[in-house]
């Protein structure tokens, strides 16, 4: 499950679309597939999100944790565009 994406620097027409169609073609060769939507927020979506996350067929991919005090290095760090997952915030 792709969420978010993109940077600063990316082409405002196609940079939104340059992860999923990456993500289409790598599936390709992969034994998953992809598949686009987007979902309507509401209560029955968020709690399949809920139920497909809680028994593992989704996972959240963490690239790296910063403390809360370091919020301008993790923000440095994305903009570099290296991340290959989310940047988490945590709080101590």
């Given at each position: 499950?792709?969420?978010?994406?993109?940077?600063?620097?990316?082409?405002?027409?196609?940079?939104?679309?340059?992860?999923?169609?990456?993500?289409?073609?790598?599936?390709?060769?992969?034994?998953?597939?992809?598949?686009?939507?987007?979902?309507?927020?509401?209560?029955?979506?968020?709690?399949?999100?809920?139920?497909?996350?809680?028994?593992?067929?989704?996972?959240?991919?963490?690239?790296?944790?910063?403390?809360?005090?370091?919020?301008?290095?993790?923000?440095?760090?994305?903009?570099?565009?290296?991340?290959?997952?989310?940047?988490v915030l945590t709080m101590e």
């Amino acid at each position: 499950m792709l969420i978010g994406g993109g940077g600063p620097d990316d082409d405002p027409w196609i940079g939104p679309l340059s992860q999923p169609l990456k993500s289409m073609i790598l599936s390709l060769m992969l034994d998953e597939q992809f598949v686009f939507f987007i979902a309507e927020i509401n209560k029955a979506d968020l709690m399949i999100l809920s139920d497909l996350m809680g028994t593992g067929k989704i996972t959240t991919v963490i690239d790296r944790s910063f403390p809360l005090r370091e919020t301008a290095q993790a923000l440095r760090y994305l903009e570099t565009g290296r991340a290959r997952g989310k940047v988490v915030l945590t709080m101590e």
